[in-house]
């Protein structure tokens, strides 16, 4: 049987390929990444230096700190978001995750910028209401971790999932090939630990306490399985769409 090759861009160091790393193992997937933050930022990446989109089976998109806006100073963006529309462009299945939705909705012509308020920590998310039978479920009330100042606006053709009072959009599906959250259903125990470390650093933080920091880094771990959950069966939900899609 052909393995399932799944290729990751992961933008910062601190922001890995989290909780999902173990489960697609399991499936006996072959996993490979692009380490955009490997690259001095003014480089500019020629498109061939990534992976053919043939390649690949599943494209998983992480966070960053940087904003999808911010070609001027990371030149790569550019590069990077041709190669999703390149990838999106055959139906293939991808799931990005709070920089990586938003990348996918900025390829797309969306618009992202400054959320209303800064978000960090644990929130409720909720499930949209009167979202269509085959569309993605999502619990309809859950906590995920969140860490991001900027959001995205609806791509076209986007169906909106998820929402709470902080911020309008949490998360969208298109067709039933591509999910997107705002939010990061794949952190876990260890990651957490990293974002703390170096938040200190990090200009969204600088508000802060270090009271705050230090809770979130107590995290139980019972607060991680919720988000890791939704993120193995999101894996599953566009896999399975794909699968569908060969045997037509």
């Known amino acids: 049987m052909k393995k399932l090759r799944v290729h990751y861009f992961q933008h910062i160091a601190q922001e890995g390929f989290g909780s999902c790393y173990a489960y697609l193992k399991a499936m006996g997937a072959e996993i490979t990444a692009t380490e955009f933050f490997a690259l001095p930022p003014d480089v500019c990446l020629e498109i061939d230096a990534l992976p053919s989109v043939d390649q690949v089976d599943l494209l998983i998109i992480m966070g960053g700190k940087m904003s999808v806006n911010d070609e001027s100073n990371y ?17 293939k299945a991808a799931i990005g995750l709070c920089l990586g939705g938003q990348l996918i909705a900025n390829a797309l012509g969306a618009i992202v910028e400054k959320n209303r308020k800064v978000e960090l920590g644990w929130t409720k998310v909720y499930t949209t209401q009167q979202v269509p039978e085959l569309c993605f479920k999502l619990p309809a009330e859950f906590e995920v971790m969140q860490w991001h100042e900027e959001t995205f606006s609806l791509p076209k053709g986007a169906i909106k999932l998820a929402e709470n009072s902080a911020c309008t959009n949490q998360a969208y599906q298109i067709g039933q090939h591509v999910l ?3 939010f990061h259903p794949e952190i876990t125990k260890d990651a957490i630990k990293l974002f703390v470390e170096q938040s200190l650093d990090e200009a969204i933080t600088v508000d802060v306490s270090s009271h705050f920091l230090s809770d979130l880094d107590q995290s139980n771990a019972d607060k991680f399985i919720q988000g890791n959950q939704i993120l193995k069966s999101a894996i599953d939900y566009v896999l399975a769409a794909q699968r569908r899609q060969l045997l037509v």
């Open 75 to 91: 030149a790569w963006l550019k590069v990077e978001k041709r190669w999703i529309r390149r990838y999106l462009a055959t139906e």
């Open 180 to 182: 997107a959250f705002q």
